[in-house]
Antibody, heavy 128, light 109 residues
Framework: QVQLQESGPGLVKPSQTLSLSCTVS??????????WSWIRQPAGKGLEWIGR???????SYNPSLKSRVTISIDPSKNQFSLNLTSVTAADTAVYYC????????????????????WGQGTLVTVSS | QSALAQPASVSGSPGQTIAISCTGS?????????VSWYQHRPGKAPRLMIF???TRPSGVSNRFSGSKSGNTASLTISGLQAEDEADYYC??????????FGSGTKVTV
């Protein structure tokens, strides 16, 4: 089973860029078996999907964050990363990386998706 | 995009059956079998409990089941146990090629 681990600074100053990495172990970030996604949870609030990326495909982002987010893959490090620019206190949250599994339903022609596995999460605080 | 609507809390006694609803629209839940459910305990990674509306991954108790009608999905937990106490989130893919989570439901046993 693929395992994921987030890493990056726990403290970011307002207006700066939040950068996190997710290391993939027991699998390859370029295998094509997964899309790769970032999800966050502010304290006391629910889960919020940030975006996803796949090898050779176009990234997809939450419309509310799209202007500030970039998710990319680094095959040389077997990692994928999150960059969130111009952060404010509202971006303080636990950030999770996750693999997105897809399933093709032949008779209907649809793909379905779910998040599994997940990393343990990392707390990022935006403060001066 | 707005979060899918879930009740803030649901409670039950040990052995009882509870259901958590998740309401979206024809652009997400109502479009196809996109719904998945996650159990989230404090300080832990979320755990996949149901995918494709009704399918349980290996290792998930058969006390957990999922269903859908129109734009509303439901997660049912039967034979409620103390270990089921957690937050539960639904999620759906959307016709805009994005994903959305529910607002979350705290289950108290």
């Amino acid at each position: 089973q693929v395992q994921l681990q987030e890493s990056g600074p726990g403290l970011v100053k307002p207006s700066q860029t939040l950068s996190l990495s997710c290391t993939v172990s027991r699998g390859s970030v370029t295998s094509g078996s997964y899309y790769w996604s970032w999800i966050r949870q502010p304290a006391g609030k629910g889960l919020e999907w940030i975006g996803r990326v796949s090898t050779g495909g176009s990234p997809s982002y939450n419309p509310s964050l799209k202007s500030r987010v970039t998710i990319s893959i680094d095959p040389s490090k077997n990692q994928f990363s999150l960059n969130l620019t111009s952060v404010t206190a509202a971006d303080t949250a636990v950030y999770y990386c996750a693999g997105v599994t897809s399933n093709y339903h032949f008779w209907s022609g649809y793909y379905t998706y779910w998040f599994d596995p997940w990393g343990q999460g990392t707390l990022v605080t935006v403060s001066s | 995009q707005s979060a899918l609507a879930q009740p803030a809390s649901v409670s039950g006694s040990p052995g009882q059956t509870i259901a958590i609803s998740c309401t979206g629209s024809s652009s997400d839940i109502g479009d196809y079998d996109y719904v998945s459910w996650y159990q989230h305990r404090p300080g832990k990674a979320p755990r996949l409990m149901i995918f494709d509306v009704t399918t349980r991954p290996s290792g998930v108790s058969n006390r957990f089941s999922g269903s859908k009608s129109g734009n509303t999905a439901s997660l049912t937990i039967s034979g409620l146990q103390a270990e089921d106490e957690a937050d539960y989130y639904c999620s759906s893919y959307t016709t805009n090629t994005t994903h959305v989570f529910g607002s979350g439901t705290k289950v108290t046993v």
